[in-house]
């Protein structure tokens, strides 16, 4: 039977649309998990601003990140929320140090339930008797838990804190905590607080002389570095510092 036209001319759109989908290229950040709702704008965006790009994004700790990148995890870009991590990436060859650059800077905050009747107006109210149980991070594999110690530390109070530690995993599981009550407060960064402002609120902010500063470096092993160039350009653009301010991050 010999084929119509119409046909041919249908069968061949056909072919060229699942040929354009197979195409389709995926690109690989992973990123801090503060970054989460920032990040998720900036690949939208950056997929519509390039067609057939579909950017997969993936969210934690930025220590267990990079873990997962020096064992193979595909990864095209890393965004870490310290320098430790990224230095930790850097000494495993795990990312192109001449690509590293800083991109956005937060501030650790200490929260509490938004209904709590206790109110911290100084780090030193944690070592009273009502709070029992606080959310933190661990310094060994997460950033904002290594910024908390140090705040603590410079306060003298690490040792009194740390001993009600309710640890979390990254950042989002501190938040989650405070928000549920299932912790009487939790330090978290500025722009994680910003995300529950019904369920949590302020209740000190930690001054820092060493402001908590964001760098993100194409990975070793990325089979689309000038795509992930790309990105990061994306993410360091005026368009793209306006996203990272809406969400409540300071330029670094």
Do not use: C
Request: proline share 6%; aromatic share 6%; glycine share 6%.
């Amino acid at each position: 039977m010999r084929m119509s036209t119409r046909l041919k001319t249908l069968l061949g759109a056909a072919l060229l649309v699942s040929a354009g989908a197979a195409q389709a290229t995926d690109l690989v950040v992973s990123a801090a998990a503060s970054l989460t709702n920032a990040f998720k704008e900036l690949s939208q965006s950056f997929e519509q601003q390039n067609p057939g790009v579909k950017v997969i994004t993936n969210f934690g700790a930025s220590d267990i990140l990079m873990q997962q990148i020096v064992r193979g995890a595909p990864a095209d870009v890393f965004a870490s929320a310290d320098q430790t991590a990224m230095d930790k990436a850097v000494a495993e060859k795990a990312v192109d140090p001449a690509s590293r650059k800083n991109f956005a800077a937060n501030q650790i905050v200490l929260i509490v339930p938004h209904d709590s009747k206790l109110q911290p107006g100084a780090l030193a109210d944690l070592t009273k008797p009502d709070y029992r149980r606080i959310a933190l991070g661990n310094p060994a594999s997460v950033p904002f838990g290594r910024y908390t110690k140090t705040a603590l530390e410079q306060a003298g109070l690490w040792a009194q804190v740390s001993a009600k530690s309710v640890m979390a995993e990254n950042v989002r599981t501190s938040l989650d905590y405070v928000a549920r009550g299932e912790v009487d407060a939790g330090f978290v960064f500025a722009t994680d607080a910003a995300v529950m402002p019904d369920k949590v609120k302020v209740a000190v902010r930690i001054p820092s002389d060493a402001p908590a500063t964001y760098p993100i470096a194409l990975t070793a092993g990325s089979q689309q570095k000038e795509l992930a160039a790309k990105f990061v350009s994306h993410v360091l653009s005026p368009a793209g510092q306006a996203v990272l301010a809406r969400y409540g991050f300071l330029k670094p």
